[in-house]
């Protein structure tokens, strides 16, 4: 498990990484082991190693304690400590959660491999400024996270408009045209990692 305080973060948010198949499912507590049973068998893997790192993105930001990480009725993980906010997100093989004292908190991974279909389905989701803005493979990767984490940010599940919910006004550096929400990106491993915050 790896804990990055980043400078450049809020002082209000911290971030943890993990690898897939670090944690099992047997090393949750009980509260979260029973979500994890109504997953898909392949799911419960990258359900225990979000959780692990979300611990640990509680405990660097709240200190030590026994964290369990709840589930809202559109599967966005919770925690019942008022004021804090917890967002995880995950691909084949690593996950990144963050915790903040925040009003709103999203976080996205997105492979720069991933870049070509991005850019295919990009015109479904994301409108034409913000289409107009990547140039390169990393930069369609970070534009995606970044809409990502900025959908689980307000709220908006990507079903229902979630891409659309917000504009970016930059990608580099990220800054947001509407709402008002304060953004960091890192490329490292050929994944854009997104953490998105007001």
């Not at 930001?61 to 369990?68: K, N, T």
């Not at 009725?73 to 959660?97: L, M, N």
């Amino acid at each position: 498990m790896r804990i990055a305080e980043r400078p450049t973060l809020s002082s209000d948010v911290r971030l943890a990484r993990a690898t897939i198949g670090d944690v099992g499912v047997d090393d949750l507590p009980p509260a979260e082991r029973a979500i994890a049973a109504t997953l898909a068998p392949e799911r419960q893997l990258e359900f225990a190693a979000g959780r692990a790192a979300a611990r640990a993105a509680l405990a660097a930001l709240c200190g030590a304690g026994d964290y369990v990480i709840g589930r809202d009725a559109d599967g966005a993980p919770t925690i019942g400590i008022a004021g804090v906010r917890v967002s995880i997100t995950h691909t084949r093989a690593a996950v990144a959660a963050v915790a903040g004292r925040a009003a709103a908190l999203g976080v996205d991974l997105c492979a720069v491999a991933d870049a070509a279909r991005v850019r295919r389905v990009a015109p479904r989701f994301i409108v034409a400024e913000e289409r107009a803005m990547p140039g390169d493979d990393v930069e369609w990767a970070t534009l995606w996270a970044l809409k990502e984490a900025s959908a689980k940010a307000v709220g908006v599940g990507l079903l229902e408009g979630g891409l659309k919910a917000t504009r970016l006004a930059a990608l580099a550096p990220p800054r947001f045209a509407r709402p008002e929400l304060h953004a960091e990106t890192a490329v490292e491993d050929g994944m854009v990692l997104a953490v998105v915050w007001r």
